[in-house]
């Protein structure tokens, strides 16, 4: 089982950036997909999680109407599209499967290794 992810980077505050997690070794299209974060010092935060057919997805309040999470289960890929950074988006963003929905968690078993994200102000 591995979970890839890409596409980090360091970006200016307003920027964009889009990043990928890569599957495989499991049934991508039976699982939700999330993306968490951690920034420095700081726990993991929840970002987003996508059902396992892309037909609903849920977001924290702190990345709504700024991120998109997406998926193609024919290429075992989820994306998470991030517009309008802020310096309070920096931290290491990982994919996971299972994730946050509303009434509950969803429980995951694969994690991936992370990708970096720096925004400068």
């Known amino acids: 089982v591995q979970l890839v992810e890409s596409g980090g980077g360091l970006v200016q505050a307003g920027g964009s950036l889009r990043l990928s997690c890569a599957a495989s070794?499991?049934?991508?299209?039976?699982?939700?997909m999330s993306w968490v974060r951690q920034a420095p010092g700081k726990g993991l935060e929840w970002v987003s999680t996508m059902t396992s057919d892309g037909s609903n997805t849920y977001y924290a309040d702190s990345v709504k109407g700024r991120f998109t999470i997406s998926r193609d289960n024919a290429k075992n890929t989820v994306y998470l599209q991030m517009n309008s950074l802020k310096s309070e988006d920096t931290a290491l963003y990982y994919c996971?499967?299972?994730?946050?929905?509303?009434?509950?968690?969803?429980?995951?078993?694969?994690w991936g290794q992370g990708t970096q994200v720096t925004v400068s102000s």
């Open positions: 070794g499991f049934t991508f299209s039976g699982y939700y």
């Open positions: 996971a499967t299972g994730g946050v929905v509303p009434g509950g968690v969803v429980p995951g078993t694969y």
